[in-house]
């Protein structure tokens, strides 16, 4: 089945910077890859998603890319601020949805302001 | 309003009282799902339904049983539950091909 790795566990970063989360996967048949926000306390938000036919998603200060060959994908948040500090979980699936996820680790994510 | 509800929220029992946590969405979505949570390890899928009637393991499905006789419900049990169930669990549903829409966890601790 498919493995997810997610580094690293802990970030922290001074508000105004970028923060970067990596996933690798080990199903080369997975083709869809959310991307959760969980803050304390309160239940699992997609913030962004993609799928296996682009390699980059954008959406204001959150991006994420994919690297199908290297399976790797990566989530990107620009000039960060205080309330993007949470945990943050990557997914990855083989059939084309949202089902059937396996999730990452996590990571906690901290923005100092 | 679109939700998925989880109840209880919080539970304190003790080891072998059998237990039942209930989750319900109103959205008609035809896949549901049960995750436990516990700290480094993420979500763990722990049964998945795709439509009434029709349900499957995830990976972590030892210990606990499901049943999905409505669309709109998707009870997870435990028959007898023990101490390494203790965890923050969470329920999921979706329409087939679309992002998954949490509920809000029921935290179990099992003495």
């Known amino acids: 089945g498919e493995n997810v790795e997610q580094h690293p566990s802990t970030l922290s970063v001074q508000e105004g910077d970028s923060a970067v989360i990596k996933c690798t996967y080990s199903?080369?048949?997975?083709?869809?890859f959310p991307w959760y926000k969980q803050e304390l306390g309160k239940r699992p938000q997609l913030i962004i998603d993609i799928r296996s036919n682009v390699g980059e998603k954008k959406d204001q200060r959150i991006a994420v890319t994919l690297n199908k060959t290297a399976k790797h994908f990566s989530l990107h948040i620009t000039e960060t601020q205080p309330e993007d500090s949470a945990v943050y979980f990557c997914a990855a699936t083989p059939n084309n949805a949202g089902n059937m996820l396996t999730f990452g680790g996590g990571t906690r994510l901290m923005v100092k302001p | 309003e679109a939700q998925v509800t989880q109840n209880p929220r919080y539970l304190i029992t003790v080891t072998g009282k059998k237990l039942t946590v209930t989750c319900s969405q109103n959205?008609?979505?035809?896949?549901m799902s049960w995750y436990r949570q516990d700290p480094g390890l993420g979500l763990r899928q722990i049964y998945y339904s795709m439509n009434v009637e029709v349900t499957d393991k995830g990976d972590v499905p030892e210990g606990y049983k499901v049943s999905r006789k409505e669309k709109r419900n998707f009870p997870l049990i435990l028959e007898s539950p023990s101490p390494n169930q203790t965890s923050l669990y969470f329920c999921a549903s979706s329409l087939n091909n679309q992002p998954q829409h949490f509920g809000d966890g029921t935290r179990l601790s099992i003495l």
């Open positions: 199903d080369s048949a997975s083709n869809y």
């Open positions: 959205m008609n979505h035809e896949y």
